[in-house]
């Protein structure tokens, strides 16, 4: 496509505001339009298409007129905005050049142009899925290493639960806490995820808290001597990590994909309704 054509440009709007716990997919609404590929002079805007949003549970409030955040809430009838990895098409900022692959702060449509370049960095790693850099590489798994390594503090033999274990960060803690030793026990809400922890991501054991009608109880029988860590659910060290981990098949990192933007909201309910396994992911 050539710069200054116009070209079709597909996004997902907030139609209303939700009311209730859990938006609905009504609530959301693909729309038709359209955008000229080209960037105004004077800035360090970057146009980019994207290739892979990220549905993730923070944006249900910003889906509320009025909630406790610093953040705003979305404005009606304009894209949805998330985490996305993109690919630029044309660049008015130093840092970014046509052809780079970039991950950050993007909108639920096919095109967007990102002012300033506001939070968009390069990917480095690309020898890894480019997906990962919105999941294992991205927020997830900054989540998931911050929060066991540098909050927990794990040492080797201690015990580890990690509730909602088969999600995009539970299924990475997990695996961090086998690599340094600990034993690793993992709830999920379905015999299928809880096969998944046992038997491909390598927890010590897990089950299904829908089952369970004491929580209490049922903690005492895998832990009969107490757990150590509980976890509830970067930087270049943390990335390196990561990708050092990945490529020698030390960590798995499940995805749940859905293509076509028409699809993101559904892919966005279905998450918050926990009937992804793994990291959703929405793949344009």
């Known amino acids: 496509m050539a710069a200054g054509s116009t070209v079709e440009n597909k996004s997902v709007t907030l139609r209303r505001y939700i009311t209730e716990e859990q938006p609905v ?20 805007d970057v146009l980019v ?9 923070y944006m249900r409030n910003r889906m509320r007129e009025i909630f406790d955040s610093y953040i705003p809430p979305f404005s009606l009838g304009k894209p949805i905005i998330g985490f ?14 046509v052809n780079d692959i970039v991950a950050g702060i993007t909108s639920w449509e096919k095109y967007s142009i990102i002012q300033g370049g506001l939070g968009l960095r390069n990917v480095s790693h ?17 989540t998931a290493y911050a929060g066991f390594f540098d909050v927990c503090t794990p040492k080797e033999g201690e015990q580890v639960f990690v509730s909602a274990a088969s999600g995009a960060v539970g299924q990475l803690v997990g695996q961090l806490a086998k690599l340094t030793g600990c034993r690793v026990v993992g709830s999920a809400g379905s015999d299928e995820k809880v096969e998944l922890l046992k ?12 089952k369970e009608t004491d929580l209490r109880a049922t903690l005492k029988r895998y832990f009969p001597d107490g757990i150590d860590i509980y976890f509830e659910n970067g930087t270049e060290e943390f990335t390196k ?16 994909v859905m293509d ?10 279905r998450l918050l309704q926990g009937k992804n396994i793994g990291k959703q992911v929405i793949r344009l």
């Open 49 to 57: 298409e994207n290739l892979y949003l990220s549905p993730d549970p």
């Open 260 to 269: 076509g933007l028409e699809n993101a909201p559904h892919a966005f309910v």
């Open 126 to 142: 690309i020898e890894v899925p480019l997906s990962y850099h919105i999941g294992i590489l991205g927020l997830p798994g900054l």
């Open 199 to 210: 038997n491909k991501l390598g927890f010590d054991d897990a089950f299904n808290y829908k």
């Open 241 to 256: 990590y990561m990708v050092s981990h990945y490529k020698e098949k030390r960590i798995i990192y499940i995805e749940d």
């Open 84 to 97: 996305g990895v993109s690919k630029v098409l044309l660049s008015n900022h130093p840092d970014f050049q």
């Open 25 to 44: 997919e009504s609530d959301m609404e693909l729309k038709n339009g359209k955008i000229t590929l080209s960037l105004t002079e004077g800035t360090k």
